[in-house]
């Protein structure tokens, strides 16, 4: 599944994003837990009042996969803690949740020992093929989505324990970029916070190729629509999905964005800066302080390393604890491991299962 090299370049200068951690493949598959217990999957919609009116025309109602534990329904008076789960780019709910092997390592984590609580895998697959989990009036307000209406409904709709302490949020490459963003402005919703493998960390220059002039940029500049891009090589569509979440134009039909070229190039760079958690990380250090708990993990043979670790040496200067964790392996090579070993165990420990009070 991993796009050749070429299809990738122009998102690959411009975001310096190894070929992994855009296009995610199926990852090595964990041992079946015997003994493990059935989790009960969910397909629902949840309807995006924050995604209402977005200029690229993307879903309003969006699928979710929701994982009710083995005894949500033998015991109709508990109430769970609910773990909100962020796919990367390229893929939805559905395929991240076939690469992970869900239910299988949600099941073996809970057979292992983790307490029971609820997934919930968000989708956010786009015109361009991914949200960037992003505020943008193009391609909508993904960041209040995730922390607003999904919240909103599942509290609503299944027995959660509506407290933020009992809140986790957690996603892998583009989704764990989203739960930086959102973990460090959202802060009111969430109680623990894991940073997988995330992308986009940092700015990235000028030098994008393909755009300036040449065949790459006619192709875009031909488009009617967004919904025209799917003919466009991968890189050009990675590089439509930055544009439509960090430099929306709602006075540029028909794509209402604005790329890095001519005399844009600087003002829609400077707006891609602005996008960069490492770059805007200082003015969200009070809300990170307010976590119960923070984890971080990337592959020692991931290109995001470098990113990863400076976000972890970040929160070491700022005194906020953090769990960071180099496993061997790439970007996508144990997330399914991840997910079973680590990530599920992490919430279990850190959110509150304190049941509330009639």
């Not at 008076?77 to 709910?93: F, K, M, T």
């Not at 700015?203 to 003919?231: C, F, H, M, V, W």
């Not at 992490?346 to 959110?351: A, D, E, M, S, V």
Request: proline fraction near 6%; charge should be negative.
């Amino acid at each position: 599944m991993l796009r050749s090299k070429a299809a990738l370049l122009t998102i690959l200068c411009s975001l310096s994003m190894p070929a992994a951690a855009i296009a995610q493949v199926a990852t090595e598959v964990p041992d079946v837990v015997l003994g493990a217990k059935p989790v009960t999957v969910e397909h629902i919609k949840i309807h995006g009042e924050s995604l209402e009116g977005n200029l690229e025309g993307n879903a309003v109602d969006r699928i979710a996969l929701v994982m009710l534990p083995p005894s949500y329904m033998s015991e109709p008076n508990r109430r769970y803690p609910v773990v909100y789960a962020l796919h990367g780019y390229s893929i939805g709910a559905e395929q991240w949740s076939k690469e992970i092997h869900v239910p299988q390592t949600i099941e073996g984590a809970f057979a292992k020992g983790t307490r029971e609580m609820i997934v919930v895998m968000l989708d956010s697959k786009t015109a361009y093929n991914g949200s960037m989990y992003s505020s943008s009036p193009t391609t909508g307000d993904f960041e209040d989505y995730v922390a607003h209406d999904a919240v909103a409904y599942m509290d609503s709709h299944f027995r959660t324990i509506p407290d933020r302490n009992s809140r986790g949020l957690v996603g892998h490459s583009m989704g764990g970029y989203g739960a930086t963003r959102i973990g460090m402005k959202h802060s009111d919703a969430f109680g623990s916070l894991y940073i997988m493998s995330p992308c986009c960390l940092s700015p990235r220059g000028a030098n994008i190729p393909g755009t300036d002039s040449g065949s790459d940029y006619d192709k875009i500049a031909s488009l009617n629509k967004p919904q025209d891009s799917e003919n466009l090589g991968f890189g050009l569509r990675a590089q439509l999905a930055v544009a439509s979440a960090w430099s929306p134009n709602p006075k540029n039909p028909p794509l209402y964005l604005d790329l890095p070229t001519g005399d844009k190039k600087a003002e829609v760079l400077a707006k891609w800066t602005a996008n960069a958690p490492l770059v805007f990380i200082d003015q969200y250090i009070h809300n990170l302080r307010q976590y119960r708990a923070i984890a971080l993990d990337v592959g020692d043979k991931d290109g995001l390393l470098a990113d990863t670790t400076k976000l972890h040496e970040i929160l070491d200067s700022y005194g906020i604890e953090n769990q960071f964790d180099v496993y061997h392996g790439t970007h996508t090579s144990r997330v399914a491991f991840r997910i079973q070993d680590h990530v599920l165990p992490f919430f279990g420990k850190t959110l509150s299962f304190e049941q509330p009070k009639h």
